[in-house]
C-alpha cells in the first residue's frame, strides 16, 4: 500500500512539473524543431539585399573610395609610357582649347588644369556633368530594355571630395609611422590624388550589374564576366562612352584594368577608340 501511494504522489508531482518545464523555454527560442531548423538556416543565408541598402553600400563604397583607381604606377609590372602620355597631354590641352571638352585628359602625370565647379545632373542617384546625363541615361534605360539592369556606383567627385579622402588616407599611413613623402606614396596607391582622377570632371562613372555587389563586396576585374559588363563594353561607344581603362594598356593609361569604369567622350571619338582598339591617351595622339 504505501508502495502503490508513493507511486501515485511521484506521477503527481511529474504531471504537476510539466506547465512549468514548458514556461522555462527562453524568450526567442525556437518553439519546435522545425522553427529552430528555420533559425539557423536563415542565420547561415544571406539574404538578397534590397535596392536601397545596395545603393547605400555602394555609396559607403564610393565614399570610402576603397581603391577606386588601382594606379599601375604604383605595381611593379606595369609603368606608363611617358613619351605617349606627353603627346597625348599635349593633344588634349589643344583639344580644350579649341573647345572641346569632352576629350580633357586627366591621370596622375596629368592633373587638372582647372578646378572650377562642374554644372551636374543627377543620373541613378549620381551626380555627372549635365552635358553627358541625357547619353548616360538613355544607356541605362536600353540596358534595361534588354533585361540587363545598371548600377552606377561613383560619378562627379569634387576636388575637394578626392581632397579630402586623400588627406584622410595619408594620416592613416602617418598614423602607422610611415613618413611624410612615404605617406603620400602608399595613399596614392588607394586614392587619386586631389585632380588626378577622372572622376573629378564629371565625365566618367563606375557602372556594375544590380545585383553586382550580391556576389563580391569590393570591385573585381571579374565583373567582365557579367553580361552586364558584355553589354556595355561591346554598346557603350553608340552612347558615346569607352571603357576607359582596358586591359593591356595599363602601360599606356597608367591604371591597371577597371571593367566598370566608362568615360564620355562623345559619340565619334567613342566608336573611333573602341573600333580601333585604342585607349583615349593614343586617340589624342593621332
Given at each position: ?101 569632352k576629350l580633357v ?70 598614423n602607422s609611422g ?59 561607344a553608340q552612347y ?47
Amino acid at each position: 500500500m504505501n508502495m502503490l501511494m508513493r507511486s501515485v504522489c511521484f506521477l503527481l508531482s511529474v504531471c504537476l512539473s510539466l506547465p512549468l518545464l514548458a514556461g522555462c523555454q527562453p524568450r526567442g527560442g525556437a518553439s519546435s524543431l522545425d522553427d529552430a531548423s528555420s533559425a539557423v538556416s536563415g542565420a547561415s543565408s544571406t539574404p538578397s539585399a534590397s535596392p536601397e541598402e545596395t545603393a547605400s553600400a555602394s555609396q559607403s563604397y564610393a565614399e570610402a573610395s576603397l581603391k577606386p583607381e588601382s594606379s599601375a604606377a604604383s605595381q611593379p609590372e606595369a609603368s606608363a609610357d611617358t613619351s605617349t602620355a606627353s603627346s597625348a597631354a599635349s593633344a588634349s590641352q589643344t583639344a580644350t582649347e579649341d573647345g572641346d571638352w569632352k576629350l580633357v585628359l586627366v591621370s596622375a602625370a596629368h592633373p587638372m588644369v582647372s578646378h572650377d565647379n562642374v554644372e551636374t545632373a543627377t543620373v541613378g542617384g549620381y551626380q555627372v556633368d549635365k552635358r553627358i546625363a541625357a547619353s548616360l541615361q538613355q544607356m541605362l534605360n536600353d540596358a534595361g530594355a534588354v533585361g540587363l539592369k545598371l548600377q552606377i556606383i561613383s560619378g562627379y567627385r569634387p576636388v575637394s571630395t578626392q581632397e579630402r579622402l586623400y588627406n584622410n588616407k595619408v594620416q592613416e599611413y602617418l598614423n602607422s609611422g610611415y613618413n611624410k613623402e612615404q605617406a603620400a606614396i602608399e595613399a596614392a596607391k588607394w586614392v587619386a590624388a586631389p585632380g588626378t582622377s577622372e572622376h573629378n570632371t564629371g565625365l566618367a562613372v563606375d557602372i556594375v550589374s544590380a545585383n553586382y555587389f550580391q556576389y563580391y563586396s569590393d570591385l573585381q576585374d571579374e565583373f567582365e564576366t557579367f553580361d552586364e559588363a558584355k553589354w556595355m563594353k561591346a554598346n557603350c561607344a553608340q552612347y558615346g562612352f569607352i571603357l576607359r581603362y582596358p586591359k593591356g594598356k595599363e602601360s599606356i593609361t597608367g591604371i591597371h584594368y577597371e571593367p566598370w569604369h566608362f568615360r564620355y567622350v562623345g559619340v565619334e571619338a567613342a566608336k573611333a577608340i573602341t573600333s580601333g582598339g585604342l585607349t583615349l591617351e593614343e586617340y589624342l595622339q593621332k
